[in-house]
């Protein structure tokens, strides 16, 4: 999954930058730069995962 494929979610779902970011306990700038290409296995389970209790949280 690349940064882009991310992003393109965070626009589906209407999720800000900043409400992942402080959903991973990480600064907006730390994900902008995780967001940059390739996703590391790990950072992409991370975003994977906080998108879901994100979008669980809103329902």
């Known amino acids: 999954m690349t940064g882009e494929d991310v992003k393109k979610l965070l626009r589906d779902k209407q ?3 900043w409400r ?4 991973l306990n990480i600064g907006e700038s730390t994900l902008v730069r995780w967001l940059r290409g390739s996703l590391s296995v790990e ?3 991370s975003i994977l995962k906080a998108m879901e209790r994100l979008i669980a949280n809103e329902e």
């Open 43 to 45: 950072h992409e389970k």
């Open 20 to 23: 992942l970011a402080q959903e």
């Open 15 to 17: 999720i800000c930058q």
